[in-house]
């Protein structure tokens, strides 16, 4: 079971938007930068956005991350075929000292 | 560019010790925390631990007591040693740039399959 909880999978059509929710405490979300990361099947996951909100070099505006109190959520614009993949949430744990990621979500563009 | 490149041997069995180690090409060295994230198959990824060009370490408490992860500044290496493996322990292990206590990594090694058997 993992510190951060995120949805098992989310869906949505071509062109929509779509919001993957990761939840926590304040021992970790609450006091700490988050971290979201794209991983398509084989390889190593890819940084998308730190520190809450801002986005890695080279990747596009459709991806944003926000963040209030123990939540945080990435949402993901004008959807396509290629975004699908799995989406982890990150984050300092302050009581544990040690990093955590949530369980992961999977995106399907139907 | 700064590049990731793990090796190590991938094939294990029960109670034996995981070794793996990672160089890092281009870029500076000191000027980061240097993680290890393990992902066991069809499951989400767990962050190891993480150490600094001076040895700084931070375990993840449930593996603390079997883990050590160490540095060689002259070769820009870092090395990961797990003891006492058992079948949770197969899993891919990366190693990743990271900056201390941010969870931000950014690049990532290729990830090596590190299978343990009974």
């Known amino acids: 079971q993992s510190v951060l909880t995120q949805p098992p999978s989310v869906s949505a059509a071509p062109g929509q938007k779509v919001a993957i929710s990761c939840s926590g405490s304040s021992s970790n979300i609450g006091n700490n930068y988050v971290s979201w990361y794209q991983q398509f099947p084989g390889t190593a996951p890819k940084l998308l956005i730190y520190e809450n909100n801002k986005r890695h070099s080279g990747i596009p505006d459709r991806f944003s991350g926000s963040k209030s109190g123990t939540s945080a959520t990435l949402d993901i614009t004008g959807l396509q075929t290629g975004d699908e993949a799995d989406y982890y949430c990150?984050?300092?744990?302050?009581?544990?000292?040690?990093?955590?990621f949530g369980g992961g979500t999977k995106l399907t563009v139907l | 560019q700064v590049q990731l490149q793990q090796w190590g041997a991938g094939l294990l069995k029960s109670s034996e010790t995981l070794s793996l180690t990672c160089a890092v090409y281009g870029g500076s060295f000191n000027d980061y925390f240097w993680s290890w994230i393990r992902q066991p198959p069809g499951k989400g990824l767990e962050w190891i631990g993480e150490?600094?060009?001076?040895?700084?370490?931070n375990y993840i408490p449930s593996l603390k007591s079997r883990v050590t992860i160490s540095v060689d500044t002259s070769k820009k290496q870092f090395s990961l040693k797990l003891s006492s493996v058992t079948a949770a322990d197969t899993a891919v292990y990366y190693c990743?740039?990271?900056?201390?206590?941010?969870?931000?990594?950014?690049?990532w090694g290729q990830g090596t399959l590190v299978t343990v058997s009974s």
């Open positions: 990743a740039r990271g900056r201390n206590m941010l969870m931000r990594f950014d690049p």
């Open positions: 150490i600094n060009h001076s040895g700084s370490t």
């Open positions: 990150g984050t300092w744990d302050s009581s544990l000292s040690a990093g955590v």
